[in-house]
């Protein structure tokens, strides 16, 4: 073979591979709906989207429901303090001393008064009980017809939220987190002084309970074990996200950064933004990954925290109102004036949107020995993941990166081949 024919041969193997890697990672981001508020200079918070992308909830100003076609869509009361269950058919929502709960279409099925300002409000799946607590330190169950069930006074509760098994109460009051059963019998306490704790998250599998406030992450199991607790940015975290399973959790804060982490508090990956990202969202098995950021964009990244595609928006991204489906292929997110349902498309492939877009690898920690280190002031180094040797089990197409072997394995066959005739 001659040195020109050599040549051309290597230089069409680097552009093949190179074309293939290019196409299988062309993403794009399209608008399905956008929703303005019922009421102008009204503002989304507290964003909610069902598993099947089937219903979505904001809170704020005024609540707003809707389905994603948006042929049922209701709300306008306010919702600053609310909740909907995970199955979109039930939201409780409080006005003043007063809680209401209402089904899917909008219909009230109640309204109760408590001793107070109502401050925190919960619905446990399917309405099994709704869980009320004002400012006087009231807590109150009611089962779905408004019949009260259980009733406490204990510590004001600025946070509220119960487990997919509906067997635990988890609230972050004014002197830490609480575990309460679901007839308001206390279960833990955590014994930790200077709590910071703002927001809860339960995995949705029950066996995680992750809290934040400040710079500060912590995770805990259903019985009240810390399981770590680290400063796991430079400056205040905004929005925290987790898998199904707790194994994978996204943080953004406002030192600029989307971070990566595994299920024993090891940072992964570091992704910087222009500005804050206030809200992060993730995919059930923790493939795809999507931030809100102060200045408008929404990123996708894939589960190695590599940008995939972004859509630029004209208003700043509103904090913790990013959401997405349980296969990562619908996103909802709230800007200072709409709310937007997304989808997300592999414009390379001929497969239906609603097919899972990202195929990697998940973390794969080494159960820690010691304590975790806190985070340094200084910048974050990116660590590199360690690889398993089997992916995920999907039906669905490799992920895009799988292409760039052909590259080394390509040009190491021909070059055999090319000795073997020389």
């Known amino acids: 073979?001659?040195?020109?024919?050599?040549?051309?041969?290597?230089?069409?193997?680097?552009?093949?591979?190179?074309?293939?890697?290019?196409?299988?990672?062309?993403?794009?981001?399209?608008?399905?709906?956008?929703?303005?508020?019922?009421?102008?200079?009204?503002?989304?918070?507290?964003?909610?989207?069902?598993?099947?992308?089937?219903?979505?909830?904001?809170?704020?100003?005024?609540?707003?429901?809707?389905?994603?076609?948006?042929?049922?869509?209701?709300?306008?009361?306010?919702?600053?303090?609310?909740?909907?269950?995970?199955?979109?058919?039930?939201?409780?929502?409080?006005?003043g001393v007063t809680a209401t709960l209402y089904n899917r279409s909008g219909q009230e099925m109640w309204s109760r008064s408590m001793g107070g300002a109502v401050s925190a409000v919960a619905v446990a799946p399917k309405a099994v009980f709704v869980v009320t607590a004002d400012e006087m330190g009231n807590w109150i169950t009611w089962n779905r017809n408004g019949e009260l069930l259980h009733r406490n006074k204990t510590e004001i509760a600025k946070r509220l939220a119960i487990a997919p098994a509906g067997n635990l109460i988890v609230a972050a009051t004014e002197n830490g987190?609480?575990?309460?059963?679901?007839?308001?019998?206390?279960?833990?306490?955590?014994?930790?002084?200077?709590?910071?704790?703002?927001?809860?998250?339960?995995?949705?599998?029950?066996?995680?309970?992750?809290?934040?406030?400040?710079?500060?992450?912590?995770?805990?199991?259903?019985?009240?074990?810390?399981?770590?607790?680290?400063?796991?940015?430079?400056?205040?975290?905004?929005?925290?996200?987790?898998?199904?399973?707790?194994?994978?959790?996204?943080?953004?804060?406002?030192?600029?950064?989307?971070?990566?982490?595994?299920?024993?508090?090891?940072?992964?990956?570091?992704?910087?933004?222009?500005?804050?990202?206030?809200?992060?969202?993730?995919?059930?098995?923790?493939?795809?990954?999507?931030?809100?950021?102060?200045?408008?964009?929404?990123?996708?990244?894939?589960?190695h925290g590599k940008e995939q595609t972004r859509k630029q928006f004209d208003q700043r991204i509103q904090p913790r109102t990013l959401v997405m489906n349980r296969d990562g292929t619908k996103v909802v997110v709230a800007d200072q004036r709409y709310l937007y349902g997304l989808s997300l498309h592999d414009d390379s492939a001929s497969e239906t949107p609603d097919e899972m877009i990202f195929v990697a690898t998940p973390l794969n920690p080494v159960p820690r020995t010691t304590e975790p280190t806190p985070v340094p002031t200084t910048a974050i180094p990116e660590v590199t993941m360690p690889e398993e040797a089997q992916p995920i089990p999907v039906t669905t197409k490799s992920s895009p990166s799988g292409a760039w072997v052909l590259l080394p394995a390509g040009a190491g066959a021909l070059w055999l081949a090319v000795r073997g005739r020389s």
Not at 212 to 234: A, C, H, I, K
Not at 250 to 264: E, I, K, M, P
């Open 1 to 95: 073979m001659s040195t020109g024919t050599r040549i051309l041969v290597l230089s069409s193997l680097f552009i093949l591979a190179a074309s293939l890697v290019g196409n299988a990672a062309a993403m794009s981001i399209g608008i399905d709906w956008k929703q303005s508020p019922y009421l102008p200079e009204s503002v989304f918070s507290g964003v909610t989207i069902t598993p099947d992308a089937s219903i979505a909830f904001a809170g704020g100003s005024q609540i707003l429901v809707r389905n994603w076609n948006g042929s049922m869509r209701w709300g306008g009361q306010p919702g600053f303090i609310t909740s909907m269950s995970p199955d979109g058919e039930w939201i409780v929502t409080s006005n």
């Open 177 to 303: 987190l609480r575990y309460y059963s679901s007839t308001l019998t206390p279960l833990w306490t955590d014994p930790r002084e200077g709590s910071l704790d703002e927001h809860i998250i339960i995995s949705t599998d029950g066996s995680t309970i992750l809290t934040y406030g400040g710079r500060r992450l912590s995770s805990l199991t259903p019985e009240g074990e810390l399981n770590w607790q680290v400063d796991v940015s430079t400056a205040a975290i905004n929005d925290v996200a987790c898998s199904q399973d707790g194994s994978f959790i996204v943080v953004g804060s406002q030192d600029n950064a989307v971070r990566g982490l595994d299920r024993y508090g090891k940072i992964h990956w570091t992704f910087k933004t222009a500005q804050w990202p206030n809200a992060v969202a993730t995919s059930a098995n923790g493939v795809v990954v999507a931030a809100g950021v102060n200045d408008g964009s929404v990123i996708i990244l894939d589960h």
